[in-house]
């Protein structure tokens, strides 16, 4: 446990407390501003793979990873040179390329190389494309700085496309909708605080102290340099809605110990003192939930893992400091705005579960099969033009190219420059009749008998060879991430590798087709991974191996019954969605099991019946397990409806349903599985009846007290009486051994 000298000083001096604590939101602040966000999704995927290395080709060699297109309406040639010559001057564009780049203005598009019109004109020859690359990254500031101005050039008639372009649009969309965000998530979770807990005050001082806990962990974020648009869109709420039951846990304990102390001071010094343990060993199923999600191949894991897993930590520091100060300063405050709980009572629940306990345990072993299958066929999409809205000017200008130029996606095809033209020719002649694309590009694509080879510019001929390589574009008609584009991925892909086995093909749709196998592989290592750490560490506390197993399955059922929602429903989710679901509903709702399974034992332990124990341990947990969940679910549910990312939207309300699902789970079926396992638990778990004849551990009784979010007890509970219950009666000592018990195990 803390220091019970520190854990003093900060009850006697919470003036100081809360001066340092304001101080240090100062350089937070700061640092939050000053973190970097990436909004390229497809940055994030291992350095591997052959199509991340092609990416970087393209960035160094050719000075081509990122573009975008301008599609232009109704305008002379003239105008659209003009256009050209001023998207050149600005920073951070490498080139523009245009039919007039290629042959001079004056040469009618009649007589270009049908290869180039195909590429440069619309089918109806109202439209010409224009290409622009960039000297960095897409997700880099200096090309979306580009972008910027370069939209500010063009007029009415123009359209900017490409994944650079959405990218820009949805960091905009982003930046505009986060503040929205945190105060929604306040308001809500105010509004659910107020309806559990028993004083007006109360929960505004318990999420200023969250609110400061959530600045430090963004403040802190610039450690990493930068975060992903995800994260720093979600990190706050999430952080806020797992950690707000330590807040409550505190300040519980010290309305008991006002009880047994003279002051306030030594009321909070005590609760701090026994709480803190408690509440790091509370946090590390949710820190091991985050965690596993930096096991990802798909990097963005490890982004929103770390940050999170940081925000928990941070969190408990702040409930035992800043919030300790709080409460004393405005102590008087909060107890002249006392009221009756809002919230109603569930102590009829464990009676309905033990009464209906064979239902309950049947329905609870039978939704394991069907929620299993549906939630593995939840339908998915990878593809970020659907993850934001459709008005966006980004993507309008993608369907728009769609429809005037048949073009949904590029691909790029980078080889080695000795290949002969002869096989260049052949290579061009199989690729396009490949089904779905709808045109090749390469050096010799641009020479034809309107443009002889010595009138070809060279900045043409830059962009097409460079150091040992020369680069092929390829559009396809098929959008990215669809079984089409997969498919035709593999054709071309198996085509290339026949003329030059070194060659690489990249692009969008070949990234994202590595995203769907990199996703899926994560899904299930990480599902694997935080089920396995929590079941360790559950283990640990229980000293058993069927307790884990029982309690890391219910909430596992309801992480599947969550997901099986979306596909009963036919919502298409974003890929990430069950990976983060899987990981953080598991860790942040796990402790409502085993909160209950420990009060549970505990009852046991101090001579209950096991009737009796399991109405105690569920009637005890209710508040408990409503508040998280509650303030959780109002938090995220809250962000769903106001965020037009679908990305966002989809994996907050799946968080909200989720705390829901394992809520109900935990209040109506645990009852009544831990009440017909027990006879098993007594077998199979050490010291399960009655203590460990040992002192435990520090970790294991930080575990301990932490899964129950009741603090570890000062002395052995004997089998005569509950010691840590002073209106418990002592118990005869016939009661422990419970002769009714083999009879209530036969009516199981």
Request: hydrophobic fraction near 45%; proline fraction near 4%.
């Given at each position: ?33 000053l ?9 994030y ?40 010559d ?39 020859g109202?439209?010409?494309l ?15 700085d580009?972008i910027a ?26 930046n505009?909708?986060?503040?929205l ?27 200023a ?8 962990n ?115 405050v ?9 919230a ?7 009676d ?28 998915k ?7 934001i ?18 073009m ?26 490949v089904?779905?694309v ?40 098929y ?9 035709q ?56 191996l ?29 890929f ?31 001579g ?9 341990a569920?009637d ?9 969940a509650l ?74 007290a ?34 009714s ?8």
């Amino acid at each position: 446990m803390i220091s019970k000298k520190l854990a003093k000083w900060i009850a006697y001096h919470p003036k100081t407390v809360l001066i340092v604590c304001l101080i240090l939101i100062i350089p937070s602040i700061i640092g939050y501003f000053l973190t970097g966000v990436n909004y390229d999704i497809l940055s994030y995927l291992p350095e591997n793979l052959e199509s991340v290395q092609g990416e970087q080709i393209l960035d160094e060699t050719f000075h081509n990873s990122a573009s975008s297109f301008i599609i232009v309406k109704d305008t002379e040639p003239k105008d659209i040179q003009k256009l050209e010559d001023q998207i050149r001057q600005v920073e951070g564009v490498s080139n523009v390329i245009g039919a007039t780049d290629i042959a001079d203005v004056t040469i009618p598009k009649e007589i270009l190389p049908e290869v180039l019109t195909n590429v440069f004109y619309s089918q109806d020859g109202s439209s010409t494309l224009i290409m622009v690359q960039y000297k960095n990254s897409g997700s880099s500031q200096v090309t979306m700085d580009a972008i910027a101005s370069i939209r500010k050039i063009m007029n009415k008639n123009m359209l900017l496309s490409g994944l650079s372009a959405i990218t820009v649009d949805t960091k905009d969309l982003t930046n505009s909708q986060a503040p929205l965000y945190v105060v929604i998530a306040i308001a809500l979770a105010l509004i659910a605080l107020s309806f559990t807990m028993t004083s007006w005050v109360l929960p505004f001082v318990l999420l200023a102290a969250l609110g400061t806990a959530v600045i430090y962990n963004m403040g802190t974020n610039i450690i990493f340099g930068e975060i992903s648009f995800i994260t720093k869109s979600i990190a706050a709420i999430l952080q806020l809605g797992v950690t707000v039951d330590y807040s409550v846990f505190l300040m519980d304990r010290f309305e008991e110990e006002k009880k047994h102390h003279d002051t306030k001071k030594d009321a909070m010094a005590a609760a701090i003192d026994s709480t803190f343990l408690s509440l790091m060993g509370s946090s590390l199923t949710t820190v091991f939930g985050f965690l596993a999600l930096c096991f990802m191949s798909f990097t963005l894991g490890k982004d929103m893992g770390l940050v999170m897993a940081k925000g928990v930590i941070l969190g408990v520091i702040t409930v035992v400091t800043f919030l300790p100060s709080l409460i004393l300063m405005l102590d008087n405050v909060i107890e002249k705005t006392r009221h009756k709980s809002l919230a109603p009572k569930f102590n009829k629940i464990s009676d309905f579960a033990i009464k209906h306990r064979r239902v309950i345990a049947i329905i609870f072993l039978v939704l394991f099969i069907p929620s299993y299958f549906l939630q593995n066929n939840v339908k998915k999409y990878y593809n970020m033009d659907k993850a934001i809205p459709q008005d966006l000017p980004s993507i309008s200008a993608l369907n728009t190219m769609k429809k005037d130029f048949n073009m949904a996606t590029t691909h790029f095809i980078i080889l080695d420059d000795k290949i002969t033209e002869a096989n260049i020719n052949a290579l061009t002649n199989e690729l396009n009749n490949v089904e779905g694309v709808t045109n090749v590009l390469s050096l010799n694509s641009f020479i034809g008998t309107a443009i002889p080879s010595a009138m070809l510019p060279d900045s043409i001929k830059e962009i097409c060879v460079q150091d040992g390589k020369q680069l092929m574009m390829l559009n396809s008609s098929y959008s990215a991430a669809t079984d089409e584009e997969n498919a035709q991925i593999e054709k071309i892909t198996s085509i290339v590798k026949k003329y030059d086995e070194g060659g690489i093909l990249t692009g969008e749709g070949v990234l994202t087709k590595d995203l769907i196998t990199v996703a899926e592989k994560d899904f299930v290592v990480t599902g694997a991974i935080s089920m396995l750490a929590i079941f360790i560490l559950v283990a640990i506390v229980f000293k058993s191996l069927l307790i884990p197993l029982i309690l890391v399955a219910s909430i596992e059922l309801a992480i599947w019954v969550n997901i099986s929602i979306s596909t009963l429903t036919g919502t298409t989710i974003c890929f990430i969605a069950p990976t983060i679901i899987s990981c953080v509903q598991l860790g942040a709702t796990v402790d409502y099991a085993i909160l209950m399974t420990s009060r549970f034992q505990e009852e046991l332990q101090s001579g209950k019946s096991r009737k009796e124990a399991i109405r105690i341990a569920a009637d005890s947990a209710d508040s408990s397990i409503i508040t998280s969940a509650l303030v959780l679910f109002c938090a995220t549910l809250g962000v769903s409806f106001v965020s037009s990312i679908d990305l966002i939207g989809a994996i907050c309300i799946m968080l909200a349903r989720g705390a829901l699902i394992s809520a109900c789970i935990c209040l109506f079926v645990m009852p009544a599985v831990l009440y017909v396992c027990e006879p098993v638990f007594s077998k199979t778990t050490l010291h399960w009846r009655t203590p460990a004849p040992k002192k435990e551990s520090k970790t294991a009784k930080a575990l301990k007290a932490a899964s129950g979010k009741l603090p570890a007890r000062k002395d052995k509970a004997q089998p005569e009486a509950d010691v840590s219950r002073p209106d418990a009666a002592p118990a005869p000592a016939s009661q422990t051994e419970e002769p009714s018990e083999e009879q209530e195990t036969a009516n199981v």
